[in-house]
């Protein structure tokens, strides 16, 4: 995947960026619960339990994309890489979000605007890991 720097737009990155955020305290603030993806998605799955604003989480976050095209064209993606290099991938990041307890989403951005330590450990391995996993994909495998 090749990112198009003549069209790159910073302040809907910030805006969207600016929306996380705000979606992750409103969540914190009237549900007292942290908006980490995999573990809304991995209890919505479990039986039992609260599943009511776990659906209507995962909705909006499925629905987004198409209320954004009524606003603007969607971007232009392309992905270059095999697709079971892609499963692979997802699945791995599946495993270390479990590992890990956390993706980045509960510890990167609901962790450590709660200055958890432990958030913090666990984002800069998944940071790291990112890196790596790139500079071997870009130097190594592909």
Do not use: E, Q
């Not at 209320?67 to 969607?74: D, I, K, S, V």
């Not at 990167?108 to 958890?116: E, M, Q």
Request: charged share 10%.
């Amino acid at each position: 995947m090749m990112i198009d720097w003549s069209h790159f737009t910073p302040w809907s990155v910030l805006a969207g960026g600016a929306m996380i955020g705000l979606a992750a305290a409103w969540l914190i603030l009237l549900n007292g619960r942290v908006a980490g993806i995999s573990g809304i998605v991995g209890n919505l799955l479990a039986p039992g339990g609260d599943k009511g604003w776990r659906l209507a989480f995962v909705a909006g976050l499925v629905l987004s994309p198409w209320l954004y095209r009524l606003f603007a064209a969607p971007p232009d993606i392309r992905l270059d890489d095999r697709w079971w290099l892609l499963i692979a991938a997802g699945l791995l990041v599946g495993y270390g979000s479990r590992l890990g307890s956390g993706c980045t989403s509960g510890h990167g951005v609901c962790g450590l605007a709660r200055l958890s330590p432990r958030s913090l450990a666990a984002t800069l391995v998944f940071m790291a890991a990112g890196f790596a996993a790139v500079w071997l994909m870009r130097h190594w495998i592909g």
